[in-house]
């Protein structure tokens, strides 16, 4: 099946660690993205990429890291300079040019 | 910076009755607006709309674009339980190499049996 595909599901971490979220997708999209969301909030954009071995910081990027060396693959490292990391994170993509962005299911990381 | 405001952030109704959810936006070289519905884990993709006055329909689900005064509405016909979510407008800008969606902070509508 075609989709996009988070992991974990949950994640716990102790404060002063690095985590990285998992993001791949098997659409063939060149694009994609992290977003992040708050309890009754919308979601903030993290980072972008366009294409492979490019990425473009979003509205939020401070205290996050990622790459892009596969097309599938989009990971996020949220680093121990991310003051309040506790939030749902989603991973979205889509074909380059124009059209919609689809979301994986999201991680839930709690920072304890 | 680009702002997208959603109305009412909470609403109650019960079932059967009609809804319309309001999204207002102000961004730079709009490209786009996209409503996605949002049921405790990843929004599903509602409609995307690119031209005013063009109304999308989905079944219940209804939506329409105005570009001049810059704004959505969406309209849900016959509510059922099952529409209870989170609403998400966002809006999209095109150019200047920039890439992503703006969002709002959604409305939260609950359908009472």
């Known amino acids: 099946d075609g989709g996009i595909t988070q992991s974990p599901k949950y994640l716990f971490r102790k404060e002063g660690q690095n985590v990285t979220l998992s993001c791949e997708q098997n659409l063939n999209h060149d694009a994609m993205y992290w977003y992040r969301q708050d309890p009754g909030q919308g979601l903030r954009l993290i980072y972008y990429s366009q294409i492979v071995n490019d990425f473009q910081k979003g509205d939020i990027a401070e205290g996050y890291s990622v790459s892009r060396e596969k097309k599938e693959s989009f990971p996020l490292t949220v680093t121990s300079a991310q003051k309040n990391p506790t939030a749902f994170y989603l991973c979205a993509s889509r074909r380059t040019g124009f059209g919609t962005q689809y979301f994986g299911p999201g991680t839930r990381l709690t920072v304890l | 910076e680009d702002k997208v405001v959603q109305s009412p952030l909470s609403l109650v109704v019960h079932e059967g009755d009609t809804v319309t959810l309001n999204c207002s936006y102000e961004v730079t070289n709009f490209r786009s607006l996209l409503w996605y519905k949002q049921e405790k884990k990843a929004p599903t993709f509602l409609f995307m709309l690119?031209?005013?006055?063009i109304e999308k329909k989905s079944g219940r689900l209804s939506s329409i674009l105005d570009k001049k005064e810059l704004f959505s509405i969406l309209n849900i016909t016959a509510t059922q339980t099952g529409d209870s979510a989170v609403y998400l407008c966002a809006v999209e800008r095109s150019g200047g190499g920039a890439d992503g969606l703006t969002f709002g902070k959604g409305t939260h509508l609950i359908i009472q049996p």
């Open positions: 690119t031209s005013s006055g």
